[in-house]
Protein backbone atom coordinates (compact mmCIF):
# COMPACT_ATOMS: atom_id res chain seq x y z
CA UNK A 1 0.00 0.00 0.00
CA UNK A 2 1.18 3.32 -1.29
CA UNK A 3 1.52 6.08 1.52
CA UNK A 4 -0.66 8.38 -0.38
CA UNK A 5 -3.51 7.71 -2.59
CA UNK A 6 -5.16 10.15 -4.88
CA UNK A 7 -7.45 9.43 -7.68
CA UNK A 8 -5.54 10.88 -11.12
CA UNK A 9 -9.00 11.27 -12.78
CA UNK A 10 -9.24 13.07 -15.23
CA UNK A 11 -11.84 14.88 -13.92
CA UNK A 12 -14.21 17.56 -15.80
CA UNK A 13 -16.30 20.03 -14.53
CA UNK A 14 -18.65 22.64 -16.00
CA UNK A 15 -17.53 26.15 -14.98
CA UNK A 16 -19.37 27.32 -11.90
CA UNK A 17 -18.92 23.85 -10.06
CA UNK A 18 -18.01 22.87 -6.75
CA UNK A 19 -14.54 20.78 -7.23
CA UNK A 20 -13.64 18.23 -4.36
CA UNK A 21 -10.52 17.05 -5.04
CA UNK A 22 -9.25 13.92 -2.25
CA UNK A 23 -6.15 12.19 -0.44
CA UNK A 24 -5.91 9.31 1.60
CA UNK A 25 -2.80 8.25 3.93
CA UNK A 26 -1.31 5.53 6.06
CA UNK A 27 1.39 6.98 7.63
CA UNK A 28 -0.06 8.88 10.98
CA UNK A 29 3.42 10.33 11.50
CA UNK A 30 1.90 13.21 8.08
CA UNK A 31 1.73 16.26 10.45
CA UNK A 32 1.83 18.94 7.69
CA UNK A 33 -0.19 19.00 4.77
CA UNK A 34 -0.54 21.04 1.14
CA UNK A 35 -2.19 21.35 -1.78
CA UNK A 36 0.13 22.07 -4.72
CA UNK A 37 -1.13 23.31 -8.60
CA UNK A 38 0.77 22.38 -11.54
CA UNK A 39 -0.28 23.83 -15.18
CA UNK A 40 0.56 21.82 -18.04
CA UNK A 41 4.14 21.59 -18.71
CA UNK A 42 5.16 24.29 -15.74
CA UNK A 43 6.87 23.28 -12.21
CA UNK A 44 4.11 23.21 -8.94
CA UNK A 45 2.81 25.92 -6.85
CA UNK A 46 1.57 25.74 -3.61
CA UNK A 47 -1.68 26.77 -3.48
CA UNK A 48 -3.12 25.58 0.43
CA UNK A 49 -1.35 24.62 3.55
CA UNK A 50 -2.98 23.13 7.00
CA UNK A 51 -1.52 21.18 9.58
CA UNK A 52 -4.46 20.25 12.06
CA UNK A 53 -7.85 18.76 11.33
CA UNK A 54 -10.93 21.04 10.44
CA UNK A 55 -10.77 23.57 7.41
CA UNK A 56 -8.72 26.45 6.50
CA UNK A 57 -10.58 28.90 3.81
CA UNK A 58 -8.60 31.07 0.85
CA UNK A 59 -10.77 32.62 -1.36
CA UNK A 60 -12.81 29.88 -3.59
CA UNK A 61 -10.39 27.28 -2.14
CA UNK A 62 -11.40 24.97 1.27
CA UNK A 63 -8.88 22.79 2.39
CA UNK A 64 -10.01 20.16 4.69
CA UNK A 65 -7.86 17.45 7.04
CA UNK A 66 -9.84 14.78 8.77
CA UNK A 67 -6.47 13.27 11.03
CA UNK A 68 -9.07 10.61 12.65
CA UNK A 69 -9.94 9.16 9.40
CA UNK A 70 -6.08 10.37 7.34
CA UNK A 71 -8.15 12.05 4.84
CA UNK A 72 -7.54 14.90 3.09
CA UNK A 73 -9.81 17.21 0.47
CA UNK A 74 -9.53 20.72 -1.55
CA UNK A 75 -12.88 22.35 -2.45
CA UNK A 76 -13.21 24.19 -5.14
CA UNK A 77 -16.00 26.87 -5.12
CA UNK A 78 -17.65 28.52 -8.28
CA UNK A 79 -14.47 26.83 -10.27
CA UNK A 80 -12.92 28.86 -13.67
CA UNK A 81 -11.06 26.99 -16.52
CA UNK A 82 -8.47 29.08 -15.04
CA UNK A 83 -8.48 26.26 -12.47
CA UNK A 84 -7.59 23.76 -15.08
CA UNK A 85 -4.54 22.41 -13.36
CA UNK A 86 -2.85 18.84 -12.26
CA UNK A 87 -3.84 18.96 -8.52
CA UNK A 88 -0.84 17.41 -5.84
CA UNK A 89 -1.44 16.91 -2.79
CA UNK A 90 1.79 16.35 -0.21
CA UNK A 91 2.88 15.60 3.44
CA UNK A 92 5.90 16.14 5.49
CA UNK A 93 6.68 13.89 8.16
CA UNK A 94 10.26 13.64 9.80
CA UNK A 95 12.69 11.27 7.80
CA UNK A 96 14.91 9.68 11.09
CA UNK A 97 17.44 8.35 9.10
CA UNK A 98 17.96 11.90 7.39
CA UNK A 99 16.97 13.87 10.41
CA UNK A 100 15.07 16.21 8.27
CA UNK A 101 11.31 16.54 7.26
CA UNK A 102 10.34 15.04 3.57
CA UNK A 103 7.34 15.46 1.47
CA UNK A 104 5.55 12.67 -0.04
CA UNK A 105 3.32 13.68 -2.70
CA UNK A 106 0.41 12.20 -4.43
CA UNK A 107 0.24 11.00 -7.73
CA UNK A 108 -2.24 13.90 -8.93
CA UNK A 109 -5.46 14.33 -10.21
CA UNK A 110 -6.15 16.35 -13.60
CA UNK A 111 -8.78 19.42 -13.54
CA UNK A 112 -10.67 20.43 -16.43
CA UNK A 113 -13.70 23.18 -16.10
CA UNK A 114 -14.99 23.04 -18.77
CA UNK A 115 -16.48 26.93 -20.26
CA UNK B 1 13.45 38.45 -8.96
CA UNK B 2 13.77 35.02 -6.50
CA UNK B 3 13.06 32.03 -7.52
CA UNK B 4 14.47 28.85 -8.97
CA UNK B 5 15.81 28.61 -12.66
CA UNK B 6 16.47 25.70 -14.52
CA UNK B 7 17.62 24.55 -18.08
CA UNK B 8 17.19 24.12 -20.35
CA UNK B 9 13.56 23.40 -20.87
CA UNK B 10 14.03 21.18 -23.41
CA UNK B 11 16.66 18.31 -23.55
CA UNK B 12 17.11 15.41 -25.94
CA UNK B 13 19.43 13.03 -25.29
CA UNK B 14 21.10 9.89 -27.58
CA UNK B 15 20.86 6.47 -25.75
CA UNK B 16 24.11 6.01 -23.79
CA UNK B 17 24.94 9.67 -23.45
CA UNK B 18 25.23 11.37 -19.81
CA UNK B 19 23.19 14.86 -19.59
CA UNK B 20 23.67 17.43 -17.13
CA UNK B 21 20.37 19.22 -16.09
CA UNK B 22 21.40 23.08 -14.35
CA UNK B 23 19.17 24.10 -11.22
CA UNK B 24 20.20 27.45 -9.49
CA UNK B 25 18.41 29.13 -6.82
CA UNK B 26 18.68 32.70 -5.31
CA UNK B 27 16.53 32.34 -2.29
CA UNK B 28 18.99 31.64 -0.07
CA UNK B 29 17.54 28.20 1.17
CA UNK B 30 19.75 25.71 2.47
CA UNK B 31 17.76 22.65 0.73
CA UNK B 32 17.70 21.55 -2.90
CA UNK B 33 15.71 18.27 -4.23
CA UNK B 34 15.61 16.53 -7.85
CA UNK B 35 12.30 15.34 -8.88
CA UNK B 36 11.34 13.07 -11.67
CA UNK B 37 7.63 13.10 -12.89
CA UNK B 38 6.04 10.89 -15.29
CA UNK B 39 2.49 10.73 -16.30
CA UNK B 40 0.25 8.62 -13.72
CA UNK B 41 3.68 8.37 -11.45
CA UNK B 42 3.46 11.71 -9.28
CA UNK B 43 6.93 13.32 -7.98
CA UNK B 44 9.36 10.65 -6.91
CA UNK B 45 12.56 12.02 -5.21
CA UNK B 46 15.61 11.31 -6.69
CA UNK B 47 18.31 13.26 -4.64
CA UNK B 48 18.28 15.76 -1.96
CA UNK B 49 20.87 17.78 -0.39
CA UNK B 50 20.68 20.12 3.06
CA UNK B 51 24.20 21.40 2.93
CA UNK B 52 26.93 22.67 0.74
CA UNK B 53 29.15 19.14 -0.03
CA UNK B 54 26.15 16.59 1.79
CA UNK B 55 23.65 15.39 -0.46
CA UNK B 56 21.13 12.01 0.12
CA UNK B 57 19.74 9.67 -2.05
CA UNK B 58 16.07 9.80 -2.39
CA UNK B 59 13.60 6.60 -3.93
CA UNK B 60 15.28 6.14 -7.42
CA UNK B 61 18.72 7.55 -7.17
CA UNK B 62 19.92 4.36 -9.58
CA UNK B 63 21.38 6.11 -12.70
CA UNK B 64 21.82 9.71 -11.65
CA UNK B 65 24.08 11.83 -9.44
CA UNK B 66 24.68 15.13 -8.24
CA UNK B 67 26.90 17.66 -6.49
CA UNK B 68 26.38 20.39 -4.22
CA UNK B 69 29.41 22.62 -4.52
CA UNK B 70 27.93 25.97 -3.79
CA UNK B 71 24.81 26.66 -1.82
CA UNK B 72 22.76 28.10 -4.75
CA UNK B 73 23.57 25.23 -7.41
CA UNK B 74 22.52 22.02 -7.60
CA UNK B 75 22.99 20.21 -11.14
CA UNK B 76 21.61 16.33 -11.47
CA UNK B 77 23.63 14.40 -14.31
CA UNK B 78 21.51 11.78 -16.03
CA UNK B 79 24.30 8.76 -16.60
CA UNK B 80 23.67 6.35 -19.81
CA UNK B 81 22.94 4.03 -16.40
CA UNK B 82 19.56 5.51 -16.42
CA UNK B 83 17.51 2.96 -18.42
CA UNK B 84 14.67 4.88 -19.14
CA UNK B 85 15.07 8.88 -18.46
CA UNK B 86 12.56 10.32 -20.36
CA UNK B 87 10.68 12.08 -18.09
CA UNK B 88 9.80 15.90 -16.40
CA UNK B 89 12.55 16.45 -13.70
CA UNK B 90 11.62 19.39 -11.74
CA UNK B 91 14.11 20.90 -8.69
CA UNK B 92 12.94 22.02 -5.28
CA UNK B 93 14.42 24.05 -3.40
CA UNK B 94 13.59 24.72 0.75
CA UNK B 95 14.78 27.43 3.49
CA UNK B 96 15.23 24.57 6.12
CA UNK B 97 14.00 21.12 6.54
CA UNK B 98 11.65 22.04 9.49
CA UNK B 99 8.10 20.60 9.19
CA UNK B 100 6.48 23.59 8.44
CA UNK B 101 9.14 24.70 5.56
CA UNK B 102 7.61 25.17 2.06
CA UNK B 103 9.21 23.59 -0.92
CA UNK B 104 9.57 25.91 -3.66
CA UNK B 105 9.53 24.26 -7.79
CA UNK B 106 11.36 25.43 -10.59
CA UNK B 107 9.55 25.47 -14.04
CA UNK B 108 11.30 21.97 -15.03
CA UNK B 109 13.10 20.39 -17.81
CA UNK B 110 11.69 18.03 -20.23
CA UNK B 111 13.98 15.42 -21.43
CA UNK B 112 13.67 12.88 -24.11
CA UNK B 113 15.80 9.99 -25.00
CA UNK B 114 16.04 9.59 -28.82
Known amino acids: QKEVEQDPGPLSVPEGAIVSLNCTYS??????FMWYRQYSRKGPELLMY????GNKEDGRFTAQVDKSSKYISLFIRDSQPSDSATYLC???????????????FGKGTKLSVIP | DGGITQSPKYLFRKEGQNVTLSCEQN?????MYWYRQDPGQGLRLIYYSQIVNDFQKGDIAEGYSVSREKKESFPLTVTSAQKNPTAFYLC?????????????FGPGTRLTVL
Open chain 2, 27 to 31: LNHDA
Open chain 1, 50 to 53: TYSS
Open chain 1, 27 to 32: NSAFQY
Open chain 1, 90 to 104: AMSARDSGAGSYQLT
Open chain 2, 92 to 104: ASRIGTGLYNEQF
